[in-house]
């Protein structure tokens, strides 16, 4: 599989998992009461580990996209 695809596929998986166990981070409601997406969010929500502890904790380490990712690779590159 191309790495390119192989990070691709891991980020979908990551947003779908993401918005299911903490919620909003994508998808939020706009001023009209509708969801919308909101791709601003998600990308900083992606970025926060690298400038914020706080997603560094052991319990939160299954919603760190830093960690996942780089779990990810190691794994595609050894396994």
Do not use: A, H
Not at 36 to 48: C, G, R, V
């Amino acid at each position: 599989m191309n790495l390119l695809l192989y990070i691709i596929f891991i980020t979908t998986i990551f947003t779908i998992y993401v918005e299911y166990s903490v919620g909003g981070i994508l998808f939020r409601p706009n001023s009209l009461g509708k969801l919308s997406t909101n791709l601003y969010s998600w990308i900083s929500y992606l970025l926060n580990p690298l400038y914020n502890k706080f997603l560094w904790q052991p319990q939160l380490l299954d919603v760190n996209y830093i960690f996942v990712l780089g779990c990810s690779l190691l794994l595609y590159k050894y396994v």
